[in-house]
């Protein structure tokens, strides 16, 4: 038995070694470097030990502008991409010619270049001195608009933020939903038939809680990319997002470390130690509704 | 109530473009099920009986001919309207679900002038897991029950909406032997207390013969016989219904009838009334031999299984199809394996004729 341990720990030891230096290790060092006050990443010095950094990170309005975009962000996309590739995904497990087709376009955005995306937003909602982009013109048919989305109102821009958001989440959920709905036995369909079940309630009480576990393992990952996101609004605003009004938690880190007001690693770092606070606590309250709504078989 | 099949086809166009076959699984059925009886619907594996049961439940529409429920056509109602109720093969039970739940989920369909009241719903599937004996499980998950446990709930879950009709897809293929014995005599007790005209798909002939009051023999989609499970077997139409039923099996042998005497190999076996001639398939049940010294017909005896009630004799014979002929004998007789061959007699009445073509029956009489 001792034997055996010492062999596992063995074979598990590589695994250890890399976890340990490159995850383990500087998750500690931050949440240290949070504390230090004053930290020169230069002398490797710092001033004292206390709260300071995080009490000067609570109160930039940069980053409490961060905190409330991130939230917006979160609140808004998470939901809305789920739902809507539910509803996609169930579309196209029901339809039977060009089912392929519809898959692949729905999947193309996800092997296509982000630059090219980028190309395509600008398109669509970019002012120019010639245009002003393909979404003001359906606008103008409205008689609305035009509205600067780039760099006009933040509602403008909060809006072309999450359009963008959703659409790059889109295909990845589609994809992971349409291969859940198929694994669903076509049996519980027929028993159900039989039994004169509604197709509204077939997909309420049968559909959605055999995938369930589908459902919920999107939402938690989404939940968690969507708080780290950052280069979505890079790509559109240009790496200037404070100016912008448009950063997020990970933008406010970034710049903290090693934008043009950057070099001061202590606020990054308690800026950090707060965005994995704020993840840790959402997902521990996903866990605990997901007890009572997901079915594992 | 009683179904009628009028003319009912079902055809699945050919997968393969290339040979472009369409798939008859159902061929002109005509037939009647009578109001209040187990049917057994009994062929091969892929001679068309699921299929016929799904063309009865609606979930699949038939390409010609029509359903009668009663006097009311059926055949374009979807699976919804239908009122059935079905027992699948793997039962189908919603995994997310209790017992209770289960069974309660057919009634919480209802709607409209049928919908029932909170307490009418939990008295109904108390009396209906009553009926299968389950009232101890109700809260349990499905992956918490046994095969057995599994599918009383599914038979709980059908009956609850007292359907008009009550389909069941091999019910006992997923059992053990022994649960199978029981679960098919439970069947048939549930069927006569509730009496509600009831279908039953299987490819176990003994389990179709052992609870039906018709069977219904099928091969290819083509209807073979209907009767009562004694008739079929004491009548068959065919070399196939002959072959089908009975276990062990009918002993198929390639005999000549030849100046009034059917003849196996060089041995005239009977003597028959005049009107045949020429080459037969002659079919002799198990229990149609008789051990006689002096009997015509000789077979290499290989082995004597003693079973206690009775004995099985297997023994071999060149013009014999089966592998080895397998025969019924009271125990009472004794066999002598050092001889190394058998002297059968045959019981006239157990012995049928079948063209060796179309393996259609040869009605005969022997020569008294």
Redesign the interface.
């Known amino acids: 038995m001792e034997q055996q341990g010492k062999k596992a720990w063995l074979y598990l030891l590589p695994a250890i070694l890399f976890l340990g230096v490159f995850l383990v290790y500087p998750l500690i060092d931050v949440f240290i470097y949070s504390f230090e006050e004053g930290f020169n990443f230069a002398s490797q010095s710092y001033l004292g030990l206390g709260l300071y950094n995080y009490e000067y990170v609570l109160h930039d309005p940069y980053f409490l502008q961060a905190v409330k975009n991130t939230f917006i962000l979160v609140l808004i996309t998470v939901p809305l991409s789920t739902g809507i590739a539910l509803l996609i995904s169930v579309g196209l497990s029901s339809i039977e010619k060009l089912r392929e087709l519809y898959q692949t376009i729905y999947f193309l955005p996800y092997v296509t270049n982000t630059l090219a995306v980028g190309l395509v937003f600008m398109i669509l909602f970019k002012q120019t001195p010639y245009t002003d982009g393909l979404a003001n013109l359906i606008l103008s048919w409205f008689g609305a608009g035009p509205v600067d989305f780039i760099g006009g109102p933040y509602w403008a821009k909060m809006f072309v933020l999450c359009f963008y958001t959703i659409w790059i989440v889109l295909p990845f959920k589609i994809l992971i939903l349409t291969s859940a709905l198929a694994s669903v036995?076509q049996?519980?369909y027929?028993?159900?038939?039989?039994?004169?079940?509604?197709r509204l309630?077939i997909f309420t009480?049968?559909t959605l809680?055999?995938i369930?576990p589908t459902l919920f393992y999107l939402i938690i990952t989404g939940f968690i990319g969507a708080f780290k996101a950052y280069s979505d609004a890079v790509a559109l605003f240009g790496t200037d997002l404070n100016a912008a009004g448009m950063n997020t938690i990970v933008g406010y880190v970034y710049d903290m470390l090693y934008g043009s007001s950057g070099g001061y690693p202590s606020f990054a770092s308690a800026a950090a130690i707060i965005l994995f606070t704020i993840v840790l606590t959402i997902t521990c309250i996903n866990l605990l509704v997901s007890r009572k709504h997901v079915?594992y078989? | 109530m009683k179904v009628t099949l009028d003319h009912l086809t079902k055809v699945f166009p050919s997968r393969n473009r290339k040979t472009g076959k369409d798939v008859i699984a159902v061929n002109d059925f005509c037939f009647e099920i009578p109001d209040g009886k187990l049917v057994g619907l009994l062929g091969p594996s892929g001679c068309g009986k699921s299929t016929a049961l799904n063309l009865l439940?609606?979930?699949l529409k038939p390409t010609e001919g029509r359903i009668l429920f009663g006097d009311e056509d059926v055949t374009s109602l979807?699976?919804?309207?239908?009122?059935?109720?079905?027992v699948?093969q793997?039962y189908?039970l919603?995994?997310?679900l209790t017992v209770r739940q289960n069974i309660l989920?057919?009634l919480e369909?209802?709607k409209g002038k049928d919908k029932l009241s909170k307490e009418e719903m939990e008295r109904r599937a108390l009396e209906a897991a009553d009926l299968v004996q389950i009232r101890e499980l109700m809260d349990r998950k499905p992956?918490e029950l046994s095969g057995g446990q599994q599918q009383r709930v599914a038979i709980a879950?059908a009956l609850v909406?007292t359907p008009r009709l009550l389909l069941l897809d091999e019910p006992l293929s997923n059992l053990d032997a022994r649960l199978r014995l029981q679960t098919r005599e439970e069947i048939r007790r549930i069927q006569k207390e509730t009496c509600v005209t009831t279908v039953f798909v299987t490819h176990d002939q003994e389990e179709a013969m052992s609870i039906s009051d018709v069977i219904v023999v099928m091969k290819d989609g083509v209807l073979q016989q209907i009767g009562r499970p004694q008739e079929v077997y004491d009548q068959p139409v065919n070399l196939f219904v002959a072959k089908f039923l009975g276990t062990p099996p009918i002993n198929v042998f390639r005999a000549k009838v030849k100046d009034g005497w059917l003849t196996i190999g060089q041995q005239p076996v009977l003597a028959l009334e005049e009107g045949i001639e020429g080459d037969v398939m002659a079919a002799i049940r198990p229990e149609g031999f008789i051990l006689d010294e002096n009997g015509p017909l000789t077979c290499r005896l290989t082995e004597v299984e003693v079973m206690g009630r009775d004995i099985t004799v297997v023994s071999n014979h060149p013009d014999c199809e089966n592998v080895e002929i397998r025969s019924i004998i009271s125990s009472d007789e004794t066999v002598d394996l050092s001889s190394g061959s058998v002297q059968f007699a045959l019981k006239s009445h157990k012995v049928f004729l079948f063209h060796p073509e179309t393996g259609a029956r040869i009605p005969f009489r022997v020569k008294a």
């Open positions: 036995d049996q519980y027929n028993a159900a038939r039989v039994d004169g079940t509604p309630r009480r049968i809680p055999l369930s079915h078989s | 439940c609606g979930l979807p699976a919804e309207n239908r009122g059935v109720g079905m699948f793997n189908a919603y995994p997310h989920f057919p369909n209802l992956n879950r909406k």
